[in-house]
């Protein structure tokens, strides 16, 4: 077990966070080391021929990591069905729960970024205590969750901030990674490192879109497809980052009795990566503006450019908008562009509301000590 890390803690900005955001396209270009390479052609093996058996594929995770988990599932779908090889058996399932009731063979890949989540790794040792291969995404080589796995893709910066956005970002790339192997492409690791590079330039704007959130009383954060995994992940940022209530939903499901605790003093940010979405996606996100807007609430988009600027333009979005760059290259440039998009709001709103995100509040005594009593027993029965 690596020893436990905490975070710098600084008296004023930059926060470490944002330097690990600005870092991200140098790590998105690591990606593509040959170590990286050869850990990734092995796990899509793996993968592949539990698809083509119809064996089960999990993927696990908790926090971020189980956000991060998402992200590499969805490719892996995506990737299966393009190859011809069977997709119905992956799943995304929360660590503890997949302890719980461990898979029966197959694959299970843990997503961890320290490698010494109890969860994840109880995850991953009952699955192949039940036959199944493990792989584990990290960025600790000498971390528990590598020495658990078969086969351990390494990802290649440590994040140093708690509220993090390297962790988040690592397996989605490790999932771009996965997926063309499994299809047989040339991963386009330049041009997600440029959609990062790009959504970077975003610091300013999404500073003065945090600002004009920041007073929000509670924050509803939604999205459709892979902007849902997105949407719950901002939703955690700006609870442990900006210490402001907010949860991430589907698109669909806001409205299905949530806003009936919604008040005109409550935010609702809507996240759309696609360039060219479904036209019932686009206008089911435009149903959910205008209810939203009803009640009085603030609206705000991150959206790729010509859609916030759609959306803006129909006047539905009361606070502003985040103009991403377009999601070309399909789910992995969507998910790389409202990564940034999301953790640089996320700055913002921390900013705007007086908080240092780095260490999730457990620089404070009582929430440090709420940690250690959730992390004092681990896992047992």
Not at 107 to 128: K, L
Not at 298 to 324: I, K, M, Q
Not at 333 to 358: E, H, I, K, M, Y
Request: net charge negative.
């Amino acid at each position: 077990m690596t020893e436990p890390f905490v975070p710098e803690l600084r008296s004023r900005r930059p926060w470490v966070i944002e330097e690990m955001i600005a870092s991200q396209p140098s790590m998105i270009e690591a990606m593509g080391a040959e170590a990286v390479r050869e850990a990734v052609a092995s796990v899509a093996r793996l993968v592949v021929a539990a698809a083509q058996a119809g064996q089960p594929i999990v993927v696990s995770g908790c926090g971020t990591s189980e956000h991060g988990a998402m992200a590499v599932a969805v490719q892996l779908r995506l990737a299966l069905q393009q190859a011809g090889s069977p997709a119905h058996t992956v799943r995304i399932r929360q660590a503890f729960e997949a302890w719980l009731e461990p898979q029966t063979g197959g694959v299970h890949i843990g997503v961890s970024h320290e490698g010494e989540t109890a969860a994840t790794n109880a995850a991953m040792e009952h699955a192949a205590a039940t036959g199944a291969r493990v792989a584990a995404i990290t960025a600790k080589r000498e971390s528990r969750a590598a020495g658990l796995a078969d086969v351990t893709i390494v990802t290649p910066q440590h994040d140093r901030s708690w509220c993090h956005t390297i962790g988040y970002l690592s397996p989605i790339l490790a999932g771009a990674l996965l997926a063309h192997e499994i299809v047989g492409a040339q991963p386009p690791i330049l041009g997600l490192a440029e959609t990062a590079r790009q959504a970077l330039e975003l610091r300013d704007e999404a500073a003065e879109l945090g600002g004009r959130l920041a007073r929000a009383a509670d924050m509803l954060v939604v999205g459709s497809g892979v902007d849902a995994i997105a949407a719950r992940e901002l939703a955690l940022k700006v609870r442990e980052g900006a210490r402001l209530r907010a949860t991430g939903y589907p698109l669909e499901t806001i409205l299905h009795g949530h806003l009936a605790a919604a008040e005109a003093t409550d935010a609702l940010v809507v996240i759309l990566t696609e360039p060219a979405p479904r036209p019932a996606r686009l206008t089911r996100t435009k149903q959910v503006l205008m209810a939203a807007r009803e009640i009085g609430m603030a609206t705000a988009v991150v959206a790729e450019a010509r859609l916030a600027a759609e959306l803006e333009n129909d006047g539905l979005a009361s606070a502003g908008s985040l103009p991403l760059p377009p999601g070309q290259q399909g789910a992995a440039a969507a998910l790389v562009a409202s990564a940034v998009g999301l953790q640089l709001l996320t700055v913002g709103l921390a900013a705007a509301r007086g908080t240092n995100p780095d260490r999730i509040r457990r620089e404070e005594e009582p929430y440090a000590r709420a940690a250690a009593a959730a992390e004092s027993a681990g896992l047992t029965g």
